[in-house]
Nanobody
Framework: QVQLVESGGGLVQPGGSLRLSCAAS????????LGWFRQAPGREREFVAAISWSRGRTYYADSVKFRFTISRDNAKNLLYLQMDSLKPEDTAVYFC??????????????????WGQGTLVTVSS
């Protein structure tokens, strides 16, 4: 069973950058898609970015494309989300997630296999 622990959230000014990390404890992640979702106050959880662990193929929501970069460190089982040019509307709790049922299923966010506890990102001056 995979376990996920996020870190790296905090307060940042608009236009700033922040990097989130997600430590995955598992014997192997080669069959998994891992990625990030976020949930802002009063809004539904939404897909942010994902990566196939074995091939490294990436997927992004339109709202974060060209500003956020997802990456992984296979040797350390670490997932990252580099967030640049942050906007106040990026304020949310960010969750790391993992699932083996492919990218389309992962992006839907429905009933994914594993979720982290979340880390708060606040973009404000």
């Amino acid at each position: 069973q995979v376990q996920l622990v996020e870190s790296g959230g905090g307060l940042v000014q608009p236009g700033g950058s922040l990097r989130l990390s997600c430590a995955a404890s598992a014997h192997t992640l080669s069959d998994y898609i891992l990625g990030w979702f976020r949930q802002a106050p009063g809004r539904e959880r939404e897909f942010v970015a994902a990566i196939s662990w074995s091939r490294g193929r990436t997927y992004y929501a339109d709202s974060v494309k060209f500003r956020f970069t997802i990456s992984r460190d296979n040797a350390k089982n670490l997932l990252y989300l580099q967030m640049d040019s942050l906007k106040p509307e990026d304020t949310a709790v960010y969750f790391c997630a993992a699932d083996k049922r492919g990218s389309n299923y992962f992006v839907s966010g429905a009933d994914l296999e594993v979720w982290g506890q979340g880390t708060l990102v606040t973009v404000s001056s």
